[in-house]
């Protein structure tokens, strides 16, 4: 019995291999289905296989079907290096479209980069991202934009004079974010009376918010993820903080008021697009998405939609298959129609679109204004 | 130089085997062997503390994570060599990194190696989650943003060989500290420490000297994953890391240096391969049968694949007796 | 002033979550001497326990004692049989094999706990059932005292005092500590040791549920990796406080909670998880065995 | 130089309230043969753990040729020529019965990391002349057949004399055996006298013995010191401690007064 348990051990790497089939374009594409951040990957895969299916449905591009193939990089970087690898080496993909983080986009977009196969990122809005190189683009809007989005908003709209930063040490995009809006808070006149952290994961945050408290700021900038944003916003209630409480498009999920139920209520945070947008396209996407999933989707659904629409639009123009010419493609985006606004790609293919800003008010997200670039 | 005959014929008989995967095997495969590498390294320095030496560490990913950013650090920041001689730069970088690992080998095991078992265990637990939030609050190496643009050789030929340089160099080390005096040292605390002392054997120096040991090739480890991914940050190094290399070490067999390297492989071969499984069944559960796998090792072989065995001896069990 | 004895009952309270898990690692250490790294994760699997049979018979939004009470019998329940499950098929086999192979069996339990959870659970965040309504028992100032934090506390002092019975004033309390001195001694004296074991596991799972319910009342986000960073934690504090006693695995939560609460206020916030690891290097290297362990000198 | 090799001046040790060894004064001459002797309970191993370091006496000195023990380290102890064996034999049981002896002759090993990285001369020549040292010890305990087994699978008196081996393999000046002739019979402990006398010449070795066998003890020790409840109650030749009344008395206790 012992050996048989040995040898199967040793049989398995034989296993690895794919078939390919002939009249399919296919499409690569990673996410973090397991692991901490799990939910964003899981919502941005139904936005990419709700924009495919339509698109097949209408007859799919240069009349051939497309084919997804979604690996999981359990929200670890060289996970998310070796699934890119994969795609590209083992499944031939002609395009990918990465995950949500941008610590595993910036693991994953040189290889992309190395081997010359456009690279699409729904929702990194770190800028080093597309640093990597010409293959690599993205079609949110990057950090800088989105803290100075959340900073003329508090200094203008909510006429916040002292305000305080809870940061998220752990993610980049929470420090990105905490970074872009304290300079710009600051410019505009405004003070950060403290700038304290946490990590991913925690539980407790009352040490920070009483240490906040003592500071009595008008309002606190807490760009992390909703996983742990519910939780600070009841903590400070409980500690009789009832300031505005403001953030980023981290924020944006149902769970968000489920956790954090009235502490949360009346909040803001920028986010990529708003469920109320009267833009036929926006309540179309919603419908569809709704029939299929029967949930309402969220930031991060709307922009796996989107990219996944841009990359097979740039495919539909490009004479061939070839990822030179789908990026000379790609790179010519303008004013695309998608359902998080008007996109369009900048010279260092980040997308220059305006964001929304909105209120949390129970279970629908109460749009506020819209802030452009 | 007698000396360097046998390290010399293994590192060509290596080379030769990266040219011949070269043109075989696609690049996703490479990726994966050329982390097959750095997880041998990291196997075989941990083997000589736990398997060898009998103590205990889980700290080993820390001393990992210091190689790599020093390797990182340095070569984005400074670069001495003109880019024809870019490989005896890494080169030095690569020993640069070591030796700084090592340097916190030292300054970790001073204190901690007077402890026993579970409680060696969680002080270099300890040190390892320690080195790896000091990383991320340091930001001139980019904090949670990590360190990027890491330049790579270029070419698989030249990782492959660089790696196996130093798969070379780590082995015959090992090898043949284990069979000299002080490798017997090293056992005879894993045996029992207070008859060594009686005999003779200073146990505290010896296993610092096995601890500045094994940390000097897991910095190297570090350095050398750090220029095959080209973009590292904190996460990459936390405790289940050190969990990797230390089943690593169990599953070959505690002491035995083949048995390491085997196991090494094929803990990185294996949630690749059971990578087309998520594929058909949509659902990922590499980790699952990974770690139902652990368990039930543990309880079939729990000597581990070789045992203490070398792969020599078991040839010579196993395969000879049957021929 | 009043941030101070803000932070005071923070860390306390804080302490007391750390003390319910770490009794459960030091009584498992404490019998076995084996760290139990699955322990962390029994307790999320209680946490999830909770969560579906408050959703399956409907009372996941009407708080009260009575909601508590069931949930924490129902995750008591559940935790104890996967203990047991654990302790049989994993654990019971590699009685007498070496220290190192029954960690790694251990952490191999609490993956395997971890990654199915996320394909059984989902690996998205649930919100826990809102158990009982938190309110403020009294105030000064701003500083208040809330019923949350009170009964945290009273249910670990309580389990604590528990524990010490059963272990110093019961029968089946000494014969636990019959098989922590000497297992094959203690059979020959008619006690036997694979119940007492298993015994020692349901104690330490149904705390591990008891811990679960009463966190996710406070903290009421659960996932599947919910374990991981918190069991870390409550495991130094057992270590710190003496790992295998009982009152040592209060007194390290408590020190444990305080000191995070007040590095985090008065420090740096983001040295947050290594301060934790840095106390218990310091207390090790001058104590050993931990602050109120025995530190047993091997006979030559 | 005194011809005293060996010197206790009243070491105590207390273990909490209780004294296990209560100020013992004692010394042993060079070349001597000295036997350390009391009921069970007595102190004599903890004697012998203060004499090599294990344990640091409370108060007291340990002198070796005039020399104060205190404060080292068990190894340092060693490396000034005091070594052991264990009650309940301490082997190195994995290892082979060569790596046993080797590894105590690690103390007189000159190459370093440096030479046996390169394999240089220096690390050749020191490893050889180490190797047939130990090679040569075991002939003289017709050891050396059995050099490449595990040390666990040498039947029990063989184990003994391995350990007694790996003790002379330190190069020492004085050795001390605690209970050398445990669970043997009687050919074996009589093949143990003789090996003992045979190391006294032939390694011109001072010897301390613990041993209830009082045969081998009146035989073979030249001076022999009586331990009962950490006191020392008697000091002498054998003829003299086998009938002195307070020895008696510590073993077999006094007869019962009609």
Known sequence: MKNLFVALLLVLPLLSGCTKKENEIVIGEYDSLTGSDATFGLSTNKGVRLALDEINAAGGVKGKKISLVTLDDQGKNEEAASATTRLITQNNVVAILGGVASGRSKAAAPIAQSHGVPFVSPASTNPDVTKAGDYVFRVCFIDPFQGLVMAKFASENLKVKKAAILRDVKNDYSVGLADVFSAEFKKRGGEIVADLSYQAGDIDFKAQLTQIRSKNPDAIYIPGYYTEVGLIAQQARQLGLKVPLMGGDGWDSDKLYEIGKDAINGNYYSNHYTTESTDPAVTEFIKKFKAKYSETPDALAALGYDAAKILVAAIERAPDLSGKAIRDELAKTKDFPGVTGKISLNENRDAVKSAVVIQVDGNNRKFITTITP | MKAFKNPALALLGLCLLGVALNFSVNAYIQLILLFAGVNCLLSMSLNLVNGYTGQFSLGHAGFMAI??????????????????????????????????????????????????????????????????????????????????????????????????????????????????????????VREDEIAAEAMGINTTRMKVKAFVLSSFFAGVAGALFAHFTNFINPSSFTFLQSVNAVIMVVLGGMGSMTGSIVAAIIITVLPEALRPLQELTGVDLRMVIYSLSLVLMMILRPKGLFGDMELSDVWRKYVRRSA | MQDFVQHLINGVSLGSIYALIALGYTMVYGILKMINFAHSDVYMVGAFAAYYFARWIGIENDPGLSTLLTLIVVSMICCSLLGLVIERLAYRPLRNSPKLNVLITAIGVSLFLEYSGQVVFGADPKVFPEVMKDFVIFSIGNVEVRSFDVTVLVVGLLAMLALQFLLFKTKIGRAMRAVSANPMVASLMGVNPDRIIAFTFVVGSSLAGVGSVLVGMKYPKIDPLMGMMIGLKAFVAAVLGGIGNVGGAVLGAMIMGLSEEMVVAYLSSTYRDALAFGILIVILIFKPAGLLGKYSVEKV | MSDVLLEARKITMRFGGLKAVDSLEFQIKKGQLAGLIGPNGAGKTTVFNMLTGVYQPTSGEVLLEEQSLQGLAPYEISHRGVTRTFQNIRLFKNLTVLDNVLIAGHQHVKYGLFDTLLQTENFRTDEKRLQEKAIDLLKIFHLEDKAHKPATSLPYGEQRKLEIVRALATDPKIILLDEPAAGMNHSETHHLMETIAKIREEFKLTVLLIEHDMKLVMGICENIIVLDHGVKIEEGAPAKVQNSAKVIEAYLGVEEKE
């Open chain 2, 67 to 188: 190689g790599a950013y020093f390797s990182a650090y340095a070569s984005t920041r400074w670069s001495f060599a003109p880019s024809s001689l870019l490989v005896v730069q890494y080169f030095v970088f690569t020993l640069g990194a070591g030796l700084v690992a090592a340097v916190a080998g030292f300054l970790v095991g001073l204190p901690s190696l007077r402890l026993k078992g579970d409680y060696l265990a969680i002080v270099t637990l300890g040190f390892g989650e320690i080195i790896r939030v000091a990383l991320l609050n340091m930001d001139f190496v980019g904090g949670p943003r990590g360190l990027s643009g890491i330049p790579g050789f270029g070419s698989f030929l030249w990782s492959f060989a660089f790696a196996s340089l130093w798969i070379v160099i780590c082995f015959f080390t090992i090898w043949r500290v284990m069979h000299s005096s002080h490798g017997r040292g090293f056992l005879s």
